[in-house]
């Protein structure tokens, strides 16, 4: 399965030594291993037959310009300590890697990994390298799609025996911060729950989650303001969508109802399943969490017409509270994900 991507760029096109360096989800670069970088470099030098990253800086870059822009090599395999990395040279002057479990092979993927970094850096959605968060969200988009590949066309192909039904259901999880997402997802995958667990996303956080229905890759979105940029290109081959509130902090109501429809309003996710989960029902006072009480239907009336639910053109969602908490409905959340899934 692939771990991490990577990106290392000359900060001038000379030096090789002043490098910057991108990495997804997690840095490439620790304090035991800090002189990988070089290994990689030369790694991929020593195992390249045309494209030296290291050396010849082309001189027919203007030529080539008017055409592709971007120069590909084709991936090199290299192990370093533990890792097994594949990297690819662009233009002699970038790198990028991808990082694989020690047990994959790598030239599975060579043909997605050339094909999808020529395409983003060839097409109209070309990256200029001109900030860094152009260089994030290009590492994103790659991350996303190769490990989409990986997921389904190779681990699929492992695992036909094991699942049954063969359904691998995608779930974007998002919200704005604090609501509970990934106290959600460690619930789901481990059982537990923490109150004291305070450790916003930055990044995005994906689980799987073997069922007998099939089986779910959970991604669980970082909701602090900064990164909900990023909710675009997570949501991409989203088979299922889950908005998650905070009944409990209605102070928050009126940011989370903007951060909803601005996504939903976007044309390409109007038909996709949506289940919206009204979290942390345990802090408002309804007696025992029964789902039929009066106050139960007349909160769950309120929300619905704040958010204005129901002028969702997609028919095909659902709202229910949830707990995280006490666990209250948390297995309702698995159920309705496929029942949502399946209709
Ligand atoms: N009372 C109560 N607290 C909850 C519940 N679910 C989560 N929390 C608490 O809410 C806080 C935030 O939870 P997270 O899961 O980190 O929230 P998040 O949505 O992932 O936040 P970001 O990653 O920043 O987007 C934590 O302190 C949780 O313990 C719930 O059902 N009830
Ligand atoms: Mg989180």
Redesign the pocket.
Known sequence: MLQKIFLLKRKNPHDLNNLDIYSYPEDIVTKENNDIVLKIINGHDHGSQSTKCKENIRSDRTSERNTNPFVISSPISQVIGNQNIFTICVNSEMLIGLMFEKDDNPFDYKEIFEDLTNELLNSERCCYFKDEVEIENFLITLFIDIKRFGDEILEEALDVSFQPSGLFTKVFLF????????????RLKTGQ?????????KNF?IEYIQREDGLLSIW?????ST?RERWLLGLQDSNIIIY?I?V?NQLRFEESKSEFWKIINQNEFKDIPLLILG?????LNHSNNNDNSESFERTRKEIIQYFDFDKLENSNWKFIF?????S?NIEGVLNMIFKLVSE
Request: aromatic share 12%.
């Open positions: 919200g704005i911060d604090n609501v509970g997402k990934t106290s959600l997802t460690r729950y923490n109150d004291n667990f305070f450790t916003p996303n956080n669980d979105s970082p909701g602090q990164f998650m905070d409990a979290n942390k029902i345990d802090l949830t707990s995280v908490k006490t209250y």
